[in-house]
């Protein structure tokens, strides 16, 4: 059964720029999660779909954090503009359903903002 | 607000010793009480998770201790062995809701 596939790996930008992450879960799973995970601490969810839907968004810095599910598939998580203080690893994770609390994660964006 | 504390950050054990690691919460409305093993480079992945029905689950050389009334849990890993060195997070969730809320972590070394 393939992982969680996430893209790219790394990433460096420079403050006030834009960056984009891409997520493709689990085959058949519902239930897509954005985590964020900064040095030295445990993930932060940001936002969860369940299908396309947003489900809790309630700790996205709505104001430069955006995140998407076309088709209840694949996402994609943008940050514009970044700001020093979003370095971290950014981890996308999938389930099977809103009711499955198994989570798979995949091996995360590490994103540097100089 | 840190709902989750977990004790020690980093934990050195050697090999064949027991490894213990503790986790707190404050919210009493948490029902399912994962943790999660994460190796470096990639994500976390789920170890063993346990529910307040019970106060101890065991699979292989992993085991949940859950006290409900001290609202503590803790993982003990049994014969450590250095495949075990990680960083292992504790997390917690509300019934019928995934936003699990992660301990902070503890990096455990197992020593040869």
């Known amino acids: 059964e393939a992982g969680v596939a996430q893209s790219p790996r790394y990433k460096i930008i420079e403050k006030r720029q834009s960056v984009a992450f891409w997520c493709n879960p689990i085959s058949g799973h519902a239930t897509l999660y954005w985590y964020q995970q900064i040095l030295g601490q445990g993930p932060k969810l940001l936002i969860q779909f369940q299908n396309n839907g947003v489900v809790d968004d309630s700790q996205l810095p709505k104001d430069r954090f955006s995140a998407e599910r076309l088709k209840g598939v694949d996402s994609t998580l943008k940050i514009q503009p970044a700001k020093l203080e979003d370095s971290a690893v950014y981890l996308c994770a999938s389930s099977l359903t809103v009711n499955n609390e198994k989570l798979f994660f995949g091996s995360g964006t590490q994103l540097s903002v100089l | ?112």
């Open chain 2, 1 to 112: 607000q840190q709902q989750v504390k977990q004790s020690p950050q980093s934990l050195i054990v050697q090999k064949g010793g027991i490894s213990i690691i503790n986790c707190a919460y404050e919210n009493t409305a948490f029902d399912y009480f994962p943790w999660y093993q994460q190796f470096p480079g990639k994500g976390p992945a789920l170890l063993i998770a346990i529910r307040p029905d019970v106060s101890e689950k065991k699979e292989g050389r992993f085991t949940i201790s859950f006290n409900k009334s001290a609202k503590q849990f803790s993982l003990h890993i049994m014969d450590s062995q250095p495949g075990d060195s990680a960083t292992y997070f504790c997390a917690a969730s509300k019934r019928g809701a995934q936003k699990l809320v992660f301990g902070q972590g503890t990096r455990l070394t197992i020593n040869p």
